[in-house]
Each structure stands twice: as C-alpha cells, then as structure tokens.
C-alpha cells in the first residue's frame, strides 16, 4: 500500500511474488531412534521426533525441504539405508525414483558402513492445501533379510567409548509462493 507520505507497507502475508520465502520452520531430532526388523527392501514406521505440521498460507505454494538423516542399517559393511519423505504419514510417491519392475523407489540411499551415514534430502512439494501437513520420513532396509534401521547412532555398534558417535538429524521447511 503506498501512503500519501510516500511510506509502503505490506499487509501481512500478502507479498506473494513468485520464489519469495514465507515461512521457515526447522526439526531438529537430538536423540536416537531405531526399528527392530524392517524387512528387506521394507520401510520402517515414520521416524518419531523427526516431524513437522507446515501450513501453506496459499493452495499455489510450494513446501520446499531440505536436511540430513543420519541411517544405519545394522549389518557391518557397504549395505545401504535409504529415506522415504512422507506426507500425513505416507510416501510422497513423487520424491522417489520411477517404478522399475520390483526395485523398491526411495528418496536418497547410502552405503551405512559401520557407523550410519548421512543422506541428503532436498524436494520441492506442491501440496495444493492450506491445511496441515504433517511431514517425516520413513526408513528403507537395503539388505536381503530383515534388519534394524536407526537413527542418529549406529545400532550395532553404539559402545561407550569414545570411538562411539552420538549424531543428529534435521529437516528445513520452506513455504515458496507460487
């Protein structure tokens, strides 16, 4: 609005140029967390701790989400973890790889070693809703029996010692007007 003085102001949530930033909320997740066997090529629950309620102020922005997980799959060696971002408690079918014949579509994997490893996450949602959305993640089993998937700490190899790492894990949220 411009003033008879020259003065501009912004009603509140009203500077919508597309690209702008809104809002910006951060989930921070300190503590450790881990499912006993998630079956092979399965996912875990959704990660406890590590979600976020995010509304969009317009059905035309965009949720754009950033972060690291930091997974272990609790075989030693080069097997993998992998994230799935959910959405109300389902995987967001669109931030995962095609479907190609029986593999199993995730959002980012890596080999876990002996002490987890840190995936990165980075998709741009397009919710079309103003309500709440609930946002987590949901862990992948990349080995051929069941294991257990953690969260933060290296599940079989968590001894108390200074060789043993204590990790965190954060998802960003941005709300982008569309």
Not at 30 to 59: H, K, M, P, R
Not at 78 to 95: F, K, P, R
Not at 143 to 148: D, E, K, N, P, R
Request: overall charge negative; some cysteine; glycine content about 12%.
């Amino acid at each position: 609005v411009l003033a008879s003085d020259g003065g501009v102001s912004v009603a509140q949530n009203k500077l919508s140029c597309p690209g702008t930033i809104i809002q910006v909320v951060q989930c921070i997740k300190q503590d450790t967390w881990y499912e006993n066997s998630v079956a092979e090529g399965g996912f875990s629950a959704v990660v406890t701790g590590l979600t976020q309620a995010f509304t969009c102020s317009s059905t035309s922005n965009k949720v754009l989400i950033t972060g690291q997980v930091f997974a272990h799959n609790q075989v030693g060696g080069g097997w993998s973890a992998g994230v799935a971002l959910t959405a109300g408690g389902s995987i967001i079918d669109a931030s995962t790889g095609n479907a190609r014949g029986s593999r199993s579509r995730v959002h980012a994997v890596s080999d876990t070693y002996w002490f987890g490893s840190s995936i990165p996450i980075n998709y741009l949602h397009s919710p079309s809703s103003t309500s709440a959305i609930t946002y987590g993640i949901k862990l992948w089993n990349g080995h051929t029996s069941a294991q257990t998937l953690s969260l933060n700490y290296p599940s079989g190899q968590d001894g108390d010692n200074n060789n043993g790492v204590s990790m965190v894990s954060t998802l960003t949220f941005m709300e982008i007007a569309g």
